[in-house]
């Protein structure tokens, strides 16, 4: 930590610490993958890769890539003790059925009741692709967000709406930058915890929201 | 380390609650989670709805949970079987509500629920009396009826094989609806043979992950039942 | 065949020389089970039940019986080289969608037109029971009917409309009986084979319906 | 005796006409049938409609096919990749129709054509600009679109193993579309390393059973070719 904000690594180690023991989770593409580094050791988490498989390992190291074994991002995996496969069809309708307890994604932009736009900055001459974002958007029982709370030119990226097109509505429950810690919520954005010497009132002028401080809710995902 | 053994069927179904809606498995007797149906009705919970293909053989199981008036409702395919005697007069005492649905219907309304399917268009039983009062649609020509998914609070099923995670397999014609209730439920108790070790288990054959798997209960192995003799 | 009329059996040997090579099938349960007894020795044909399993062999004799491995009859039966399971979700989909070139079903009434009645008598003491009848009569490319054309009070059970409460609509392509086969179609009832001595006119007759005769179509259910 | 085994990948996919639609399975390289997508761009077959998950990477397979200019519309979900040049030149010089589907919608409208589903309510894409102009319905509380099935009068996938009456296995991830294309596809064609014969394959583990399956064409064993040097 440098003064008051987080690196990326940082953001992820945080989050990774709210992972609970036994928990089914999917990391998206990009920023979140960061997350699988700094799982707790002490804690048995199952990582879903929605192109086909629950218990994916870490990434392949040279003398174990395997054409046939890949994450969603294309990258080669690894396969633990205890995985499983199967189709696009029943991988999707694990996600969409709620079955994952947990999903981290990466964001342009998330709005104070949870909409979430990360598949599309609107640009007309962009190639256009979405993948699973929306599908990962709505299928979990909780989904996280790690990004960067400003972007380079320092405009917040925690909004009151969502300018860019939205990959779904009133989905992201909590949201992790290197400012602090949000909680999100049909009634808008709540802090949580405060990274290093962050001020609310900092929080308050970047993100242009009156935002208020509160203890993190119990973890509800998992259940027995 | 995650473990989802329960060390009995008492203990695996002891929080299920009057008034829950439970998915029992099996096809007749395969796949039938007998111990399961056994410890449920020992539990003493009532007021239940049933979602199972059948409604009960004989005088044991699933017959002896309806036997004992714990079973308000049943939603099922084929309740009317030669030896179906208890659901025989429960329905006709108007003691039981019956919610009868084809098969096929059954099945995708269990995994629509499983699957975070809101609806479904079906061309089974379009026109007849099992879908008068549904919403219907035309669509490129053929006839369809809208459906809903059938979700549960609890399922109980039978499997072949689990490790600790829950992953299971099954055996021939017993698979029938273990896999879609186990992903159709809140949660989902398993009987099975055998609790091999983590590994053990092809991960190309699996048939249910065990994300969908709660509790896993060991019952020993079934080729040594009585029923099971004539098994090479 | 004494005189005009075939027995079950003979109903179940014609129909089954109508099963071409290659054919993915599905028996109802009942008289229609009688038809495995007659497959022709020379093709290869691939019987379904919609409990899970494709592949499935003769009924299992004393020795071979194995619980887990029943007939939806909860008959037991025997597993054939090249055998499949699935749950009753994938069962039930390859059954909707289509993939079977043959169901052949029982009947207790079949209308001039296809519809089906098979699964309630409408009796008002009856306890209900559906099964697998409704997706079975709209699940598969051919349907074939087997059935005695007239009760034992000499009453049609090919009418004009079913009186019976329907299985499913127009589903029946074809109907094998002990007095002549039929085709069945949006124009009505064709009388494709007369059995014996029996005559146009004795099935006008018995049916009320204007029958006229004509060749069989060719079989349209198999594709490469 | 029923055989599926077609002598070469050029003769699985003799018949295909123009302007057929195409399923091709594969997810970024796992699993795409490499073998069938160039003897596809040497029949010649035009104005296609493809419907895969990318829309091809670098110059090969699905990236040639598209840069013949032989396909006039492409059904997929994930198109822009970092070395998907053929397709975003064709893309942005309006050479080619792009459908844009969120991933799970893509595979479950497929799984709805193999499963003769007429339609299904999905919450995926809900309030998006890709859910513009279709119906939607709340559902006990969630709201949800109308999507349609996909269907395909060819689908070319990639399996492990199969025998002559195309049961087939996968390995690992590259299983992705295979199974739920093989069912939405009038006539299924698979390339396989290897057809072993009638009773190899365990019953419990065949994925896709033959019933979807109508051409199998034996391309040899992966583990030798060039890519798989690392697999041990």
């Known amino acids: 930590m440098s003064g008051n904000s987080w690196s990326r690594a940082e953001i992820a180690g945080r989050l990774a610490q709210d992972i609970p023991d036994g928990a089914y989770m999917n990391l998206g593409i990009g920023l979140p993958t960061l997350v699988s580094n700094y799982l707790p050791s002490d804690r048995e988490i199952i990582l879903h890769t929605e192109n086909g498989m629950l218990g994916m390992g870490p990434e392949a190291q040279p003398g174990e890539i395997d054409p046939d074994l890949i994450n969603a991002g294309k990258i080669a995996v690894t396969e633990l003790p205890g995985a499983s496969y199967f189709h696009h069809g029943d991988s999707f309708g694990m996600m969409r059925g709620g079955h994952l307890d947990l999903c981290v994604l990466g964001a342009f932009q998330v709005s104070q009741t949870g909409d979430l736009a990360n598949w599309s900055t609107g640009a007309p001459d962009a190639i256009p692709a979405v993948g699973g974002a929306m599908d990962l958007a709505i299928g979990a029982k909780q989904v996280y967000v790690m990004m960067e709370l400003a972007t380079k030119g320092g405009v917040s990226k925690l909004v009151d709406t969502c300018t860019y097109p939205i990959t779904g509505i009133g989905c992201v429950d909590r949201l992790y930058t290197d400012r602090a810690i949000f909680e999100l919520g049909a009634r808008g954005a709540t802090v949580t915890e405060l990274v290093g010497d962050t001020t609310l009132n900092e929080l308050r002028e970047l993100t242009g929201l009156a935002l208020e401080y509160s203890l993190a809710q119990e973890y509800k995902g998992i259940t027995s | ?232």
């Open chain 2, 1 to 232: 380390m995650i473990s989802k053994t329960s060390a009995s069927a008492a203990s695996a179904l002891a929080d299920i609650p009057d008034g829950a809606t439970i998915m029992i498995g099996g096809f007749g007797l395969a796949g039938q989670p007998v111990q399961l149906i056994d410890a449920l009705l020992e539990q003493g919970a009532a007021n239940l709805t049933v979602v199972s293909n059948n409604a009960g053989n004989g005088h044991s199981g699933l017959a002896a949970l309806l036997g004992a008036k714990r079973v308000q409702k049943i939603i099922c395919s084929f309740p009317r079987q030669t030896d179906s005697h208890i659901f025989d007069a429960l329905y006709r005492a108007g003691e039981i509500e019956l919610e009868l649905v084809p098969q096929g219907n059954l099945a995708e309304r269990i995994r629509a629920a499983g699957a975070g399917i809101g609806a479904f268009f079906t061309p089974t039983g379009f026109g007849t009396s099992l879908a008068e009062g549904k919403e219907t649609r035309t669509i490129n020509g053929r006839d369809y009826v809208l459906e809903h998914p059938i979700a549960a609070d609890f399922a109980l099923i039978s499997a072949y094989r689990a490790d600790r995670l829950g992953n299971l397999t099954y055996r021939k014609t017993s698979r029938n609806f273990g896999p879609i209730m186990a992903s159709a439920a809140a949660t989902t108790v398993v009987q099975v043979d055998r609790i091999v070790e983590l590994g053990e288990l092809d991960p190309e054959a699996v048939i249910t992950p065990g994300i969908f798997v709660n509790r896993v209960v060991e019952t020993g192995d079934r080729f040594e039942r009585e029923e099971w003799a004539d098994v090479g």
